[in-house]
């Protein structure tokens, strides 16, 4: 990645951008019980639509993504809502719940778990490839929702977040590019702690166009975007920005994407500025034209007045002497 103000270097793993380790282990594999038939417990993601108050803006059960899901994705995802469990069906289908999520589920036994819950995610870390559990065909694998890679501190309710989210331009969640040199916002990046202000500022500085927010902290800049191509629903984009969370910054490979106001115009120096004199405009060594004006009409006047046989003042002069 080009990096024109060295504010952040990104590492390069097999030719991606590693993603974070969770460091997490499974609580184990579970399997829908059909003495439950049209009930569903694990149905944290539905629960947040709501057409009525917030139409448009959707959420998918299960939560899908052919590309980046694994369980650390989903994980991430669950705590962005604050939901206490993830699960992960076949590799690509991440649900989120709560306190009883999983009452109209059965855990497979032990001995059975790899078996049923057999599709793995694998992927790249800073540390190197890693390989979990991430459920099976109509198994789920399931984990605790949180890691000690990924904290928000997040201030306010559920709803607060939602009516947040629902305010945000639809069209301006962008996918991102996991391979090296191909963010989708290329010019340079800031990965602190960013609030949305704070990114706007940073690629103001550096005169790009738009301001890109990711993850909850990181912050790109650029002057294009596939803004057709690389749009993605607001799901995606359910961050809160860990130093502001009223602000959403993104999501796991997904960026909100601002437009950058142009730079304010310098503002000129004292010395640069005409000066102004009640003498109107300055004529060589600092005599104004009204005052050569006032001079010529007296000698104009002198010269009038001279007759033969007047005395002149150089007569009067010589007189003296």
Not at 278 to 291: C, R, S
Not at 310 to 317: A, G, M, Q, S
Request: aromatic share 10%; proline share 6%.
């Amino acid at each position: 990645m080009a990096n024109e103000t060295g504010s952040c270097e990104e590492v390069c793993v097999n030719g991606v951008y590693p993603r974070l380790d969770p460091q997490v282990s499974p609580i184990g594999c579970f399997v829908f019980n059909n003495e439950f038939v049209g009930l569903d417990s694990l149905n944290g993601l539905q629960s947040l639509n709501n057409p009525t108050k917030r139409p448009g803006l959707t959420f998918s059960d299960p939560f899908t993504d052919q590309i980046f899901m694994d369980n650390g994705y989903c994980i991430k995802h669950c705590i962005d809502f604050l939901f206490k469990y993830a699960a992960i069906e076949d590799g690509i289908n991440c649900r989120c719940g709560n306190e009883y999520a999983l009452q109209t589920y059965t855990q497979v036994d032990v001995k059975l778990s790899d078996k049923i819950c057999n599709t793995p995610c694998i992927y790249t870390t800073t540390g190197g490839s890693v390989s979990y559990p991430c459920g099976g065909k109509n198994a789920y694998t399931v984990y605790y929702a949180k890691t000690p890679n990924y904290i928000p501190n997040i201030t306010i309710t559920l709803e607060e977040k939602l009516d947040i989210m629902y305010q945000i331009d639809e069209n301006r969640c962008i996918r991102d590019n996991q391979t090296c040199g191909k963010r989708t916002l290329n010019s340079t990046c800031l990965s602190v702690n960013n609030t949305v202000g704070e990114c706007i500022d940073f690629c103001q500085k550096g005169n790009f166009r738009y301001a890109g927010l990711e993850a909850g902290f990181q912050c790109f800049c650029g002057n294009e975007y596939d803004s057709l191509g690389l749009r993605t629903g607001l799901e995606h984009c359910s961050s809160s920005c860990f130093w502001n969370s009223s602000e959403i910054c993104g999501g796991s490979w997904a960026l909100s994407i601002l437009d950058v106001p142009p730079a304010p115009s310098p503002v000129p120096s004292p010395t640069s500025l005409p000066i102004q004199s009640n003498l109107g405009l300055k004529v060589g060594l600092g005599v104004g034209i009204p005052f050569l004006l006032i001079i010529g009409v007296l000698l104009g006047l002198l010269g009038r007045n001279k007759r033969p046989g007047t005395t002149r003042i150089e007569d009067i002069d010589d007189a003296h002497q």
